[in-house]
T-cell receptor
Framework: SQTIHQWPATLVQPVGSPLSLECTVE??????LYWYRQAAGRGLQLLFY??????ISSEVPQNLSASRPQDRQFILSSKKLLLSDSGFYLC???????????FGEGSWLTVV | GQSLEQPSEVTAVEGAIVQINCTYQ??????LSWYQQHDGGAPTFLSY????GLEETGRFSSFLSRSDSYGYLLLQELQMKDSASYFC???????????FGSGTQLTVLP
């Protein structure tokens, strides 16, 4: 069966510090992978998606970046965090027939 | 661009039926999905409609009308545990990425 994992689950980072969130998928090969962000009490915003190793598409210009160094690994990074980067970050992948995606457990980021 | 509209809040009592509507404007539309999210948790998939009509999964049903760019999620026999946020989402684009509505907060009262 397919599973998705994200870490860390929670983190508190000072403004200006770097960020690295990691996502891995098991039980599938070369999946499309997505990073979403959810601000408190808000909807989900697509940040990046990847259709394969080294292939990254950005939906929203910002100080975040994404990389896909391996088939089943997707990393979200920042060199210098802003207060506005606080939120709930979710990695996702498609599963089964139809255009549905499944989310990892999410990573809560608080920038202070 | 893609946009989906849904009500921000809905309140109902236990045992009742509630319908959450969603209208969308997207290009390259593939289908409409519904997700449930409890406070502090990740969204979980509920239902997907690729074709017009009703899809039923237990107490939950979802409907799609492509000609009206409209869908809804129907929740029957409401339970307290159904209190959560519900999101509609539309798939489009080369990677069939999902665009989400802003979510509907459902409160179920005893």
């Amino acid at each position: 069966s397919q599973t998705i994992h994200q870490w860390p689950a929670t983190l508190v980072q000072p403004v200006g510090s770097p960020l690295s969130l990691e996502c891995t998928v098991e039980g599938t090969s070369n999946p499309n992978l997505y990073w979403y962000r959810q601000a408190a009490g808000r909807g989900l915003q697509l940040l990046f998606y990847s259709v394969g190793i080294g292939q990254i598409s950005s939906e929203v210009p910002q100080n975040l970046s994404a990389s896909r160094p391996q088939d089943r690994q997707f990393i979200l990074s920042s060199k210098k965090l802003l207060l506005s980067d606080s939120g709930f970050y979710l990695c996702a992948y498609p599963q089964g027939a139809g255009n549905t995606i499944y989310f990892g457990e999410g990573s809560w980021l608080t920038v202070v | 661009g893609q946009s989906l509209e849904q009500p921000s809040e809905v309140t109902a009592v236990e045992g009742a039926i509630v319908q959450i509507n969603c209208t969308y404007q997207t290009s390259g539309f593939y289908g409409l999905s519904w997700y449930q999210q409890h406070d502090g948790g990740a969204p979980t998939f509920l239902s997907y409609n690729a074709l017009d009509g009703l899809e039923e999964t237990g107490r939950f049903s979802s409907f799609l009308s492509r000609s009206d760019s409209y869908g809804y999620l129907l929740l029957q026999e409401l339970q307290m545990k159904d209190s959560a946020s519900y999101f509609c989402a539309a798939a489009s684009g080369s990677a069939r990425q999902l665009t989400f509505g802003s979510g509907t907060q459902l409160t179920v009262l005893p």
